[in-house]
């Protein structure tokens, strides 16, 4: 069911998952969750994906209709696997990875008890640990997101009309992503976690806490979703950041600007330099080997140097990570944060957001995403980072 | 930290829920999934909201920082719990609802040996089975949501212009929602069931398959999000569903409605006048009592009768529900499918969605929102249902 340059792309990442299986002393793994059934297929399916050390994958399909290949297998439900792996001579494995943290229980103990193995680990750890150093054609997708995201940046200045709220600059900015080609869904690790398209803070709602394990808040529209623009009006000495998704690929890039109405009080001017500079710090030093923990730390060393560890990441509540790990999810690893163990290693890709929250003005700082080279990062979204009128 | 109407609506629920607990014979409920959390609370938050028996309830709250009330528990992690319990004279639960459907089997299996209670049932079908039947509040919302879809699709025909591609048309029709109101998000119960704002169907990609449980599939724009719109072009002789959200609150109606381009073949007509008469039916036959597989019979024979069984509900892959209960999520109880053993009762919402698929054409048909009365049901969603020339 696979072709072309997909196709070597599953292979690396199959041969990956196979090592990583050897290492944990793991004899197979079953993924069924659709951002894992993306990375190790390349499409989205119900069902179930079967990889063991010692074979080639196999595919076993509930939904849609219509695939073909030796190694797809309709099922109706997970309960026929044992006879489907009688049938074809597949051992059913003493030691299995199911995804834990993704798998409802319900659903866990229903695979859990069809296989009964020996010893059951973590798909999910395992599948988040293989996602965060990516393979060719991924980094070739965050490209094109790049690309387009960066598009539709440079449009947004003429989405703006003097009056406008919060919302409704979104609402065509929105428009102008889709119309570049985002394909809508933003997919996030965990639960707790909705958005919709990004995020648009304006003034004093950039203050608001949310619930949710973004970088920043914000109050939102409705009760239901209490996540950014609230219907701020965009007025005069008001810092617009823009943090719209970058989904144009199924790897998402990660990239903030922030947009002026009027002029700023000098000290948001001043903090958003502060952040360029913590930008340029972190991707000077950022390099494989180097410690996510110690990356933050350079982030709060210098906002608590220039006096602005008040600002940093928020004010009534604080996101205590510089910096994340990007692709199907918006929140994949490493993270870069205090207490992270994680290293950098080549291809990794994350994004870097230092922000600063000015009360009553609105949010200030820059979000990029980089690729670990051999020797450093590459910055893959490239586009103005001073902050630029809306209304010259 | 709840007032007004609110209060009110909480209230009933509340009472619902310990009655539903004492019926079942626990003691406690623990929710923490966004959807239950609002059902429960009117709000989202991260944390946990316990309810037993003998109490009201408490709110144990990570994020966001700033609610406050003498029922309002700060925690950073719930193995916290047992302490912030003991202190405020809270009885450990014997027995617990769980949300086993909804957690990751680590969360719950974290939840579990927290409480460590004799017997732990299944909060999710506790939560799914109670919010089946709406309350004033949430009825009110589906009227909101109902009168701003129906805007919304009122200005369809003006969003077309001639030459377009589905996905171009479905990008002015979101950007027209969003305008209306709607808060973006649109909620689904269970895995695999991505979806961004609704779907749009033209010609034959209404044939396509897809993995999700929706009631049509579609290509989609990219394999990570194989659903709906896929660019098609709207050529003469194109039947054009449209079913976008009604998420204009967390209460959201369910309403297709089918455009054309240029002159369909007769078929089509007649199709779509078929599925009108098989929703008058079902309409007619609906009220507190009526079993759902019986609704869902009517259907099936009204289709068989009219020869029509190979294009009902799809073609090359069919769904087997022709309704489905509506509420914060888009697929919530009671389903109108073959082998359901749930029957109507006052104040319940479900979509009604008699849909046929014509090859090469597109698909025809109706999907509005229903509320049971003590008597019947009522139209929640009311606007032209013949298919509507888009180039006129």
Redesign the interface.
């Known amino acids: 069911m696979i072709e072309g340059e997909l196709r070597e792309d599953l292979h690396i990442k199959w041969d990956r998952m196979r090592s990583e299986m050897r290492a944990m002393g793991i004899e197979a793994c079953l993924l ?3 951002v894992n059934l ?1 990375y190790a297929t ?6 179930y994906f079967y990889l063991s050390i010692e074979d080639e994958p196999w595919f076993f399909i ?5 695939y073909s290949g030796e190694r797809v297998v309709y099922i109706r439900k997970p309960e026929e696997l044992p006879e489907r792996f009688a049938e074809r001579h597949i051992r059913m494995p003493r030691s299995l990875l ?1 995804e ?10 229903r695979l859990f008890s069809i296989f009964r193995p020996e010893k059951a680990e ?1 798909a ?1 750890r395992f599948s988040r640990k293989l996602r965060q150093v990516k393979t060719p054609l991924e980094i070739k997708r965050f490209r094109i997101s790049a690309r387009k995201h960066e598009a539709t940046y440079r449009e947004i200045p003429a989405c703006f009309r003097p009056g406008m709220t919060d ?2 600059l979104q ?2 900015i ?2 102008r992503m ?2 570049n ?1 985002s ?3 933003f997919r996030a690790f965990g ?2 976690m ?1 958005i ?2 990004g995020s648009l803070l304006a003034g004093a709602n950039a203050e ?6 973004f970088a920043l ?1 914000g109050g939102g ?6 996540l950014g623009a609230n219907g701020t009006v965009l007025k005069d000495g008001t810092a617009v950041m823009v943090d719209m998704a970058g989904n144009y ?2 790897y998402m890039t990660d990239m903030t600007r922030v947009f002026s109405v009027g002029r700023l009080p000098d000290e948001a001017y001043r903090a958003h330099q502060v952040a360029l500079a913590i930008q340029a710090e972190i991707a000077n030093a950022a390099r494989p080997g180097s410690a996510c923990s110690e990356l933050y730390d350079i982030a709060a060393r210098i906002a608590e140097r220039e006096g602005l560890s008040d600002n940093f990441m928020g004010t ?2 604080q996101a205590k990570f510089v910096g994340h790990g990007i692709g ?1 999810q918006i929140n994949e690893l490493p993270v870069l944060t205090p207490r992270s163990k994680e290293v950098l290693e080549p291809n990794m890709v994350f994004a870097l957001e230092p922000k600063f929250v000015i009360p009553g003005v609105g949010a200030v700082g820059i979000e990029n995403s980089f690729l670990v080279t051999d020797t450093g990062v590459e910055k893959l979204t490239v586009f103005e980072e001073e902050i630029i009128p809306l209304d010259k």
């Open positions: 069924s969750v659709d993306y390349g499409r989205v399916y119900n069902g509930k939904r849609p209709n219509g199911l834990a943290d993704e798998l409802s229980y319900t659903e866990y103990m973590n999910t919302i409704e609402i065509e929105e428009r889709r119309k080609g394909i809508g869904l639960a707790n909705d919709y398209m608001e806490p949310s619930p949710f394990d808040g529209l409705d009760a239901s979703c209490p690929t199924a009534k509540q199907i």
